[in-house]
């Protein structure tokens, strides 16, 4: 393939798989109380939407409490 013409140090190869960057970023800012805050409340807001979810759900998955209504066979040869 190609070849470098100019040598390369052996610290610089040695070290290569290490250094990814003099650059670091910038600290985190700390959460004040109030984004937690925020996020606490978000939190509890899908929680109680998923447990409304269920506590209403729950009742139309109920096969014993709405039986299917039949309709006698009669009428339904009367046609009426």
């Known amino acids: 393939m ?3 013409r100019e040598s390369v140090p052996f610290a610089f190869v040695a070290e290569a798989d ?3 960057s003099n650059v ?3 600290p ?6 109030g984004q937690i805050a925020g996020r606490a409340l978000i939190g509890l807001t899908i929680a109680a939407g ?3 979810a269920l506590l209403f ?6 096969t014993q409490s709405h039986p299917t209504r039949q309709i006698p066979s009669a ?3 009367d046609g009426r």
């Open 50 to 52: 998923f447990v409304g």
């Open 18 to 20: 290490r250094f990814r």
């Open 75 to 77: 009428e339904a040869a």
């Open 24 to 26: 670091e970023p910038p």
């Open 2 to 4: 190609f070849r470098r």
């Open 57 to 62: 759900g729950l009742p139309s998955l109920d």
């Open 28 to 33: 985190r800012e700390p959460s004040t109380r």
